[in-house]
Each structure stands twice: as structure tokens, then as C-alpha cells.
């Protein structure tokens, strides 16, 4: 938990600034089949609010 | 991503149970049960591949609760973030600080704290040479990221002009690409100054059986071990010499992050490597 906390503070002073691949939910299959071929630099998030 | 494709011999993803997988998100608290306290609606919160522990007992008492036998893993024991709704208990929901956007957040609650944790526990001081194999995926980078915030000097050793791009970007000195380097760890072992790494960081799984060598001659080196193999693969062999040369040397695995990886409390598949807390 503490550790969690530690590591978001890194992130309020831009220590932690990576930009994610975002996709939209109807992208789902083919996010997880990248993830899965390492086909992805850095990071992958869905999210949910979006199509 | 690892509970569907169950490819961990400690855990076992059941499909017949009615659980949503994955472990890690970001989001608005939409409404609070009756007996939260604290929490208020309209408040950034987060949820960790562990969603709770028991808070009783001696390891919730301490700072290893994460090894709680009693704990529920998101995504296993109860639904995990793949859903517009999550349910999560006051007492272990991480609340997300302004100005950190949730994209950001969201794998904070389990790759970079994972990562974080890693790195504190190498005991590896500022100007010290971090190696990261796979270091341009999504563990790894935040290990770049935190570990040039550290002080810490890190090398990366993936493939691809993305990767090189994003590593160096975010914090990497160096980047060997293993597939135009012919001997990537004697690479490493030059930009070390001829002596080898201090630590290793090991979030993909496949560079184990090469992980020792990063160390070079590096007396006291550390590799971490920090994504978790498929049963049986990508094993480390240890020779005894090489720990007589490692005095202190210490792996641990960490609550692995979104690639996601659950060790049992205690599992350790590697000879003489202690596996240490997860976060």
C-alpha cells in the first residue's frame, strides 16, 4: 500500500510520464493480442469510456 | 493477462468461475457504502491487483501484506477492471493525487509501485548501472522511468526502433537492441565500464537464463526478479561461484504488474533466490 502511495508521488512531479497506448473498448482483442506478440513499446490501457 | 492464459504453475485460472479478469485500474468513486468513513463520492481512486487482505494477521501487521494467505486477488477471487464498475474496500483503496491523470495512474496500482518496490529493495545507490531486459515494454519502462528519477543509471536491452525511441525518451543512457547487437551482454558489460551491471531487472521472463551475465564481474550485483516465467521455463542457472561473488545478493519477486504474474506466498522456483515481498 505505502509503496503504491510512494510511486504516485513520483507521477505528481512528472517523474512517471509515460504516455499510454490508450484504446477504446472495441479494440480490446487486438490490445491483448499485441500485449501478447510484444508488439506494444511501453504501455497498453483500455478504457472504458471509450468506444 | 496471465489469470486468462494461465500459464503460471502457482495459480490457476478457473474459467468456469464467474470472475472478470484483469487487476489494475483508475477511475471516480461513484457511490460509498454506509459504513465507509473516509472515502467520498467524486473522489480518484484506484484498484490494485490485490483488492484485500485479511488486516489481522501477522503479516497484515507488518509491511508484507501482500503475502496475506487470506488475500483477494482482483481478477481470481472476486471481478476484476475489465468492467465499467468495481467494488472496492475502503481500507485498501488507493486514493490518486491531483494532476496525476488516470492513463498514468492506472499502471501505477501495479506495474511502477511493483517496479518501485524492486528497485528500493536492490539496494542499488545513485550512479549505479541498472540493467533492464525488456526494458521498453510495460514493466520495464517504468523501472526506467523511476530508476533515472533514483539516480540510478539504466540500460535497456529490447529490440525495435519504438522501443529505443521510448526508452531513451523516458530516462534509458543506453539501449542494446539484442537482435542488431551480436553479443548484447558484452555490450553491457563495455558500457559498464568493462566491469558488468550492478543490478538486473528482469521483467521478461525469457531473459533469465541470461540475467546472471549482465552482472560481468560486478562483485555484489543483484538481479531482481520481477516477471514471473511460465512453469518450468526461462530458469536461472546459479553457479556457486557466482554467489561466493554475490555476497548480498538478493532477487526478489515483486506483486508482478499488469503482464501479471501471482506467485503463492513463499513460491520460489529458483535455487538460492529468496523471494522477497510483492506490492
Known amino acids: 500500500m505505502a509503496d503504491v502511495d510512494e510511486t504516485l508521488q513520483f507521477a505528481v512531479r512528472g517523474k512517471l510520464r509515460l504516455q499510454p497506448n490508450v484504446v477504446g473498448l472495441s479494440k480490446f482483442n487486438e490490445a491483448c493480442q499485441d500485449l501478447k506478440n510484444g508488439k506494444v513499446a511501453g504501455r497498453m490501457v483500455v478504457d472504458f469510456n471509450k468506444e | ?279
Open chain 2, 1 to 279: 493477462m496471465r489469470w486468462p492464459r494461465g500459464n503460471v504453475d502457482s495459480c490457476t485460472y478457473d474459467r468456469s468461475a464467474n470472475q472478470l479478469t484483469f487487476s489494475t485500474g483508475a477511475g471516480v468513486i461513484v457511490k460509498i457504502g454506509e459504513r465507509v468513513k473516509t472515502l467520498k463520492v467524486g473522489q480518484r481512486a484506484g484498484f490494485k491487483p490485490i483488492a484485500d487482505t485479511c488486516g489481522a494477521c501477522e503479516l497484515c501487521r507488518t509491511d508484507k501484506e501482500c503475502y496475506c494467505a487470506k488475500a483477494i486477488y482482483t481478477g481470481l477471487h472476486c471481478d476484476g477492471t475489465y468492467k465499467q464498475y468495481v467494488r472496492s474496500p475502503e481500507r485498501y483503496t488507493t486514493l490518486i493525487p491531483d494532476g496525476v491523470s488516470d492513463y498514468i495512474a492506472g499502471p501505477i496500482m501495479c506495474s511502477a509501485s511493483t517496479v518501485y518496490t524492486s528497485l528500493k529493495e536492490s539496494k542499488l545507490k545513485p550512479g549505479n548501472w541498472a540493467v533492464f531486459p525488456g526494458g521498453g515494454g510495460g514493466v520495464g519502462i517504468q523501472g526506467v522511468q523511476l530508476a533515472e528519477a533514483m539516480g540510478i543509471r539504466p540500460i535497456v536491452v529490447d529490440t525495435g526502433d519504438d522501443k529505443k525511441k521510448l526508452s531513451m525518451s523516458l530516462g534509458a543512457e543506453h539501449f542494446v537492441d539484442f537482435k542488431e547487437e551480436k553479443d548484447p551482454v558484452a555490450k553491457v558489460i563495455e558500457l559498464t565500464g568493462g566491469i558488468g551491471a550492478h543490478g538486473v531487472f528482469v521483467t521478461a521472463p525469457q531473459a533469465y537464463p541470461t540475467s546472471l551475465s549482465y552482472l560481468g564481474s560486478r562483485v555484489g550485483g543483484t538481479v531482481m526478479c520481477i516477471g514471473l516465467p511460465p512453469a518450468g521455463k526461462f530458469e536461472v542457472l546459479l553457479p556457486v561461484n557466482r554467489i561466493c561473488k554475490d555476497a548480498d545478493k538478493m532477487a526478489t519477486v515483486q506483486f508482478p504488474t499488469s503482464a501479471g504474474n501471482f506467485p503463492e506466498p513463499g513460491y520460489s522456483g529458483y535455487p538460492g533466490i529468496e523471494y522477497g515481498r510483492r506490492r
